[in-house]
């Protein structure tokens, strides 16, 4: 389950779900439910946080998923979920995927702001107006005390990317704790070119995650 449209092969701004199309037909994964729902249109951006009188994180983890799994027979409480984002929506896969390790089975961002004032970057003023609290922003904190559950997480961004060394303090100071993770950089900028590119590892890397969970486990020797 996405938390963003993003793009993939074909011409330079293609939906997530086109490439996960060209992903099955090349058989690099199996079909998945792709969800993009928006971030609840707060101004610029809700960066999927609780403010101004609104639960844009409930949004998400609540009511997104309860409304798919309505939706759709073949959807129930234990199928696996999964989240990503680009940019904005980055912070919000990692922010919620670190902090609801029982909801998502994996966790993966491109370009992602990984410091809450970084959003001031992308929004029109200061976000959030009214201030958020530290510990509830903070990725860390939340990887931190998750840490013994967390679901596989990966993120990538590009080398000339605004965003680049907030994404490797991030990768340091998960390193530095132990927290497992996969961390990358390639060529490029904050710009659908880089997301074109890119967006595929997310669903290879859900795959993945799927692909091991059927492996069975080794008989004792």
């Known amino acids: 389950m996405g938390s963003t449209t993003a793009t993939g092969?074909?011409?330079?701004?293609?939906?997530?779900?086109?490439v996960a199309s060209y992903l099955i037909a090349n058989g690099q994964?199996?079909?998945?439910?792709?969800?993009?729902?928006s971030?609840?249109?707060y101004r610029d951006g809700s960066a999927y946080l609780r403010h101004s009188g609104r639960d844009y994180e409930r949004w998400i983890t609540d009511d997104v998923i309860e409304g798919?799994?309505?939706?759709?027979?073949?959807?129930?409480?234990?199928?696996?979920?999964?989240?990503?984002?680009?940019?904005m929506g980055g912070y919000g896969a990692l922010r919620l995927g670190v902090k609801h390790?029982?909801?998502?089975?994996?966790?993966?961002?491109h370009s992602a702001i990984t410091q809450i004032e970084e959003m001031s970057q992308f929004t029109s003023a200061p976000f959030p107006s009214e201030g958020a609290d530290a510990a509830e922003t903070d990725l860390i904190s939340w990887a931190e005390r998750y840490?013994?559950?967390?679901?596989?997480?990966?993120?990538?961004?590009?080398?000339?990317?605004?965003?680049?060394?907030g994404n490797r303090h991030f990768h340091r100071e998960l390193k530095n704790r132990q927290i497992p993770h996969?961390?990358?950089?390639?060529?490029?900028?904050?710009?659908w070119s880089y997301w074109h590119a890119n967006?595929?590892?997310?669903?290879?890397?859900?795959?993945?995650?799927?692909?091991n969970a059927l492996k069975p486990a080794l008989a004792p020797v």
Not at 31 to 37: F, G, K, R
């Open 9 to 18: 092969p074909g011409s330079s701004r293609e939906a997530l779900h086109e």
């Open 29 to 37: 994964m199996r079909p998945m439910l792709l969800v993009a729902p």
């Open 39 to 41: 971030d609840g249109l």
């Open 68 to 87: 798919v799994t309505k939706a759709f027979a073949y959807v129930d409480a234990g199928s696996a979920v999964f989240i990503t984002g680009l940019s």
């Open 101 to 109: 390790p029982d909801i998502f089975r994996g966790i993966s961002a």
């Open 147 to 165: 840490r013994n559950i967390l679901p596989p997480l990966r993120f990538d961004c590009g080398t000339g990317d605004p965003l680049i060394e």
């Open 182 to 191: 996969r961390y990358m950089e390639f060529e490029g900028a904050h710009d």
């Open 199 to 211: 967006v595929s590892s997310s669903l290879l890397f859900f795959e993945e995650i799927l692909r």
